[in-house]
């Protein structure tokens, strides 16, 4: 289910727990995608019920055209400052985006990029790098406390997606009896993150992919002109 303020991720979660009551099965792998705004009562329910959250993680982070058209209509403002829009302790400035507390109350965090709504590129990793600081460059990061470990955002991208579709047994991580797929980056973005540089991370390129074990791409050599 799509949701993206708190009244829609609420009426969701009244959805999902009204049909799990009826049905009786409690383990479908239900989930949310977005979750912009989630209210701190709702963030415990959706642990409870332990739903899969697809975050378009790239959209974390402040934009002063985009919050004037959204924060407005949460909170009074006054003003069009960035300081009066994400006043700290503010309904907003405490509750978009709670990635952190939703994984700590027990959800399952996925990942999504929405495309090609806002780009035809699904820009993995400018979704990681988005989901460590919640930031484009030069400008203040979004909730910062709700900021997860890379760690947490390659499960997302991996065996928790596989989770979700039920073919972990098959996929999400490199074991035996598993489908070897994987891919060759063009850097270390563990260390990268480790070392306190995670705004590279969104320059990542692939360079070969493997699926089943065969090699499916491999990226152009780099054209070298001789004179």
Same mark, same amino acid.
């Given at each position: ?21 009826? !049905? ?5 792998? !239900? ?115 709700? %900021? ?6 390659? !499960? ?34 563990? %260390?990268?993150? !480790? ?33």
């Amino acid at each position: 289910i799509h949701a993206i303020s708190d009244r829609s991720v609420r009426t969701a979660v009244d959805a999902i727990e009204a049909a799990r009551q009826a !049905d009786g099965v409690t383990t479908t792998r !239900d989930g949310l995608a977005h979750l912009q705004l989630v209210n701190p009562a709702d963030v415990t329910r959706i642990g409870r019920d332990h739903l899969y959250l697809a975050f378009t993680y790239a959209w974390l982070n402040t934009d002063p055209d985009y919050d004037l058209t959204v924060i407005p209509f949460i909170q009074k403002v006054s003003g069009n400052s960035y300081e009066a829009l994400h006043q700290p302790g503010s309904y907003y400035e405490s509750n978009s985006y709670p990635v952190a507390s939703l994984k700590a109350a027990g959800a399952i965090l996925v990942a999504g990029s929405d495309a090609p709504v806002e780009t035809r590129d699904p820009r993995p990793f400018v979704n990681m790098t988005h989901a460590v600081t919640r930031k484009w460059a030069n400008r203040p990061p979004l909730n910062p406390r709700q %900021s997860i470990p890379l760690r947490d955002v390659i !499960d997302a991208y991996t065996i928790n997606g596989a989770r979700m579709l039920n073919i972990q047994k098959e996929a999400g991580s490199l074991e035996v009896g598993k489908s070897a797929d994987f891919i060759l980056l063009d850097r270390d973005i563990l %260390s990268l993150a !480790d070392g306190g540089h995670p705004d590279s991370i969104a320059d990542t390129k692939v360079l070969a992919t493997w699926f089943k074990g065969q090699k499916v791409y491999a990226a152009p050599e780099p054209h070298t002109h001789v004179p």
